[in-house]
Structure formats: C-alpha cells, structure tokens
C-alpha cells in the first residue's frame, strides 16, 4: 500500500490524514492546535505540524499542504520571519482596501486586472498596511508567502526557491487567474517596491522532497483542498461553515466581478474556482449558544421547535465585521423584536437563519456570473446541526448534500500529493461518501425579511 500525507493548517489547528493513494482510505491522523488570534507567528504553524505529524509524515510518499488564504508571511533576507503573519480574518488593513481599489482606478479595474476586488482580507491589502504602519518592519522585508507557501518550504528545507500553487497565489491581489501571471505592478502599487515571491508550480509538479524522502506537491489554499477533496463536479456548490463561511463552485472559465462580491479564484486542477467569503459563521451559532445560556446541541434543539421565521426575528450576524458584504467595521443586529417574538427558540433559529441567509446570498452571487447551481454540498463544523441541514434546504432553495464527516482539506492536500505521486493526467478518482441529503424546501419568506433588515441598516 502506497501512503500519501494531507495537511491541513487552518486557522484554529493542524490536521494531518494519512491515505491510501488508490482507495483514498484514510490510515491515520493527528492533529495539533495553532494559537488564537488574527496575526500569528508562522513558526508556531510549523510546530503544530510537526506535531501532528509525528509518526506520520515519514511514512508517506509524497506529501501536500492546504492551508488557510491569504495570509500575509514576510521574511527577511535570511529567510527568518519579520513579524507574525497578519491574518485572513484580521480586518486593520480595510482602509488600505480602499485605498488601494481608488488608486488603480475602481473595483472594475481591480476585477478586470486579478479577478477580485480589494477587501482587508487579501494580502495586497496587508502588505500595504505595513508598508505604512510599521516602515521599519517593511524595509526588512525581503520576500512574501501565504502559510501554505511558508510551511512546504520549511518541509523541503527551506531551499533557496519558495513555491505555491495557482489557487493560493490567486487570493493575494497581484496574481491572475485569466492569465495565469503575478502583477508586479501591483504588488509593488500595494508595498511600495518589489520583494520576492514565490514560484507558480502546475497543479501537479513534484516540487521538492522532505528530510524522510517524501515527494511534496505544491500544496494549495484551503478551499481549494476542500474541492479537491470532495471531487467537485460542475452543479456542485459547496457551502463551508467553519470559523468563515465560504460558497464556491469548479469553472472553466474565469470569473472577473467587478462588484467584488465573487473573487475570480484558480483551483487546484487548472480550472477557476470563483468564491464568495464571509467572516461570520459557525462561531455565530457558538455566541448565540452562549447568549442563551446552552451549548451546540441545546440551541440545535431550540432552533427546530421554532417556526421558520424565528416569529419575524432577523440577526445581521456580523459579529465579527464582515467581508460580504464588504462591511469590516459593522456589528451584528437583531431586529425586528416584539414581546412575542423574544422567546429563546426564536432566537437560536434567528441565529441559524441569519448565518445561512449570507451564504445563501453568496450562492446567488456565483449563479449571477454563470455558474450551474444543482446542489448545495454542506460541509463544516456547524453542518452537523439538525438545525443547520434544515433550514439550508429550505434557505438554498435546492437539494443539500452532506458528505460523511471527515477533513476535507487534508483530504484534498493527500490527493494532489497522490495526484503528483502518480504523475497522471488527472487526479485519482477517489469516492465521496455522503452522510444524508435533504430535499430542497419550499419557500418560506426567510431570504426575503433578511435582504429588507441589511437593506435598512446597510443599504
């Protein structure tokens, strides 16, 4: 049996599956935890693998990384980390955003030149923020990488090349998915001057090897791992919920959304994968739980006595700020209260509800720029709620499918190593196993009493 190695560094922990590369059976796993926060010194990523890792790594033939977007990792000219990478989710750089989609003439022009617009999450918008907040820290900046980026390097001995891959390069701000070339321009319109990035490997290439020997694949972002490994077909839109929520689907052509709703991502394979991110998911229902005095499975159990519509109760669950809509600096809102509606049930469906309808709107989003819309594919922490699988059919409008649990982005990572491991034309055709899938429901005014609560306090 041949074993190949998955990584998944997310934002909260490591995880690391070991697979079988024929069958796509997973062997082992560990798992190790990042510490918390939006800006985080990448070395302790390197520890959390190494840990997890432990006894695994040095069985496996080849090895991938898939790691969380966006990230902004910068070096100095030994190689050593300058300051601790700023974060996906860390919303200081909203101003430079804007600043930036100004100075290169609008979101069209930023559509049009990389596929996205600038929000605080991109790494341009990152690299510009220090360039003006911490000039001494950015005049010892040498080069630039995204976790995924910093941890196959620290795997094949920090050699004198860093590599990445289509799908993480094409969330930085200064890479094109539609033409498949970096933006110095941008990048230098972002900090100021040019510093070094890492090569674009294809989608398969065998780019180094570990200290045990191990072939390493050249790895990917986190929701590109996650298409990889849920064997995304056209129709096929998966809907994550985990600390963000996203909505993408596989294209064949590039998505450029000059409203910058969409971002024009690549996939792993070659293809785009156009995306919708929110900030605010899982740890919604975690808050609400909280608020109400319960855990998980107590606001589950309240959310389905309740009927859809929470009795008129609608949360904005910005709770975090929030990417889409781009509004970093909001709060969460709970409107439309009355003494009939403010009962515990209606609250934890309110919370359910409100999570969804962002998503749901994000699915729309990817519908207005083509892409074929036949089934929700529900994965994340929070799709184990009875809750959740509920009201998202009757949220999405169309069938939900929900994968048997497992680690999607390992899962993804493992099958690209296997994928490079094997030097084919394709990656190998491992199965997806389905937990359930619940029919689409029917309409029940949700969507619509959400879009007029954003519409009021938003516009």
């Known amino acids: 049996m041949t074993l190949v190695a998955g990584i998944d560094s997310s934002t909260q922990s490591c995880k690391v599956v070991l697979v079988d590369a024929d069958s796509g059976a997973v062997v082992a796993t560990g798992r190790a935890d990042h510490p918390d926060g939006t800006e985080v010194d990448p070395r302790a990523w390197w520890d959390a693998l190494q840990q997890a890792g432990d006894g695994l790594l040095e069985r496996a033939a080849a090895v991938a990384v898939g790691g969380q977007q966006h990230g902004m990792v910068v070096l100095d000219d030994a190689g050593e980390v300058v300051r601790p990478a700023l974060l996906w989710n860390d919303t200081r750089s909203a101003g430079a955003a804007r600043d930036l989609t100004a100075e290169l003439g609008g979101p069209a022009a930023w559509a049009e030149a990389v596929g996205l617009v600038p929000v605080a999450s991109f790494t341009v918008t990152k690299?510009?923020?220090?360039?003006?907040?911490?000039?001494?820290?950015?005049?010892?900046?040498?080069?630039?990488?995204?976790?995924?980026?910093?941890?196959?390097?620290?795997?094949?001995?920090?050699?004198?090349?860093?590599?990445?891959?289509?799908?993480?390069?094409?969330?930085?701000?200064?890479?094109?998915?539609?033409?498949?070339?970096?933006?110095?321009?941008?990048?230098?319109?972002?900090?100021?001057?040019?510093i070094g990035v890492p090569r674009v490997a294809a989608p398969a290439e065998v780019t180094g090897s570990t200290a045990s020997g191990a072939a390493i694949?050249?790895?990917?972002?986190?929701?590109?791992?996650?298409?990889?490994?849920?064997?995304?077909?056209?129709?096929?839109?998966?809907?994550?919920?985990?600390?963000?929520?996203?909505?993408?689907?596989?294209?064949?052509?590039?998505?450029?959304?000059?409203?910058?709703?969409?971002?024009?991502?690549?996939?792993?394979?070659?293809?785009?994968?156009?995306?919708?991110?929110?900030?605010?998911?899982?740890?919604?229902?975690?808050?609400?739980?909280?608020?109400?005095?319960?855990?998980?499975?107590?606001?589950?159990?309240?959310?389905?006595?309740?009927?859809?519509?929470?009795?008129?109760?609608?949360?904005?669950?910005?709770?975090?700020?929030?990417?889409?809509?781009?509004?970093?600096?909001?709060?969460?809102?709970?409107?439309?209260?009355?003494?009939?509606?403010?009962?515990p049930r209606n609250l934890a469906r309110a919370a359910v509800e409100g999570m969804l309808c962002g998503l749901a709107d994000g699915v729309d989003a990817l519908a207005a720029q083509g892409v074929s819309v036949r089934r929700v594919l529900l994965i994340g922490g929070a799709a184990k709620s009875a809750a959740v699988r509920a009201v998202a059919a009757e949220v999405f409008g169309t069938p939900v499918v929900v994968p048997a649990p497992g680690e999607y982005v390992a899962l993804g990572a493992a099958r690209q190593a296997a994928w490079?491991?094997?030097?084919?034309?394709?990656?190998?055709?491992?199965?997806?196993?389905?937990?359930?899938?619940?029919?689409?429901g029917a309409g029940t005014g949700v969507r619509e009493a959400y879009a007029a609560a954003r519409q009021r306090l938003h516009g």
């Open 127 to 194: 690299l510009r923020w220090l360039a003006r907040h911490e000039p001494d820290n950015a005049a010892r900046v040498e080069q630039v990488m995204l976790p995924h980026d910093y941890l196959s390097w620290q795997l094949a001995g920090r050699p004198n090349e860093a590599v990445t891959d289509r799908g993480d390069a094409s969330g930085t701000g200064y890479w094109s998915a539609a033409t498949n070339e970096y933006r110095p321009d941008l990048l230098e319109l972002g900090f100021g001057r040019t």
């Open 217 to 343: 694949a050249p790895g990917t972002g986190d929701n590109m791992g996650a298409a990889l490994g849920l064997t995304l077909e056209p129709g096929d839109v998966v809907v994550s919920l985990g600390t963000s929520g996203t909505a993408f689907a596989v294209s064949e052509a590039p998505v450029a959304d000059r409203t910058g709703t969409v971002a024009g991502f690549a996939d792993a394979t070659g293809r785009h994968l156009p995306l919708v991110a929110t900030l605010n998911a899982a740890r919604v229902l975690t808050a609400a739980a909280t608020l109400l005095g319960t855990d998980l499975a107590g606001l589950d159990r309240l959310a389905l006595e309740a009927d859809s519509g929470a009795g008129g109760l609608v949360l904005l669950p910005y709770l975090d700020g929030e990417r889409t809509p781009d509004l970093p600096d909001a709060t969460g809102s709970l409107v439309n209260l009355t003494r009939a509606a403010m009962t």
């Open 420 to 440: 490079a491991l094997s030097g084919a034309a394709t990656p190998p055709a491992w199965p997806l196993d389905v937990e359930t899938t619940v029919d689409a």
